[in-house]
């Protein structure tokens, strides 16, 4: 929901921009710009940034909602736990390659 509310409208409803300018959230570019990072690091890029000209204006944990749907979407697999925007914790969680 979350998602829908904030991000499709520039990200599209399958993470599929058709703006060249805005970068897809699924496929080649979630492997090469996801893959292999900490989860810290994607959640303050999105905190920091989005939505354009409106940066930190979710509470952390919608924005954290938004990279988990995204890393959901994209078939990474689960942990154990539920997330927390807590940046100790999510730093140290890197970002596995999507299931299958």
């Known amino acids: 929901a979350a998602y ?3 991000c499709v ?4 409803a ?7 300018e805005i ?6 570019s979630f492997k ?3 893959i292999g990072k900490t989860i810290a690091e994607k959640y303050e890029l999105v905190r920091d940034t989005m939505p354009p000209k409106e940066e930190h ?3 952390d944990q919608v924005y954290l909602d ?13 942990g154990d736990h539920e997330l927390k925007p807590d ?3 999510l730093k140290k969680i890197t970002i596995a390659a999507p299931a299958g």
């Open 14 to 20: 399958e993470l599929r921009s058709a703006d060249r």
């Open 9 to 12: 409208t520039c990200h599209g």
């Open 66 to 78: 938004i990279v988990t749907y995204i890393l959901k979407f994209n078939n990474v697999p689960a």
């Open 23 to 28: 970068p897809h959230l699924s496929d080649k």
């Open 32 to 34: 090469f710009g996801w």
């Open 57 to 59: 204006s979710l509470s």
């Open 4 to 6: 829908n509310a904030n």
């Open 87 to 89: 940046l100790e914790i």
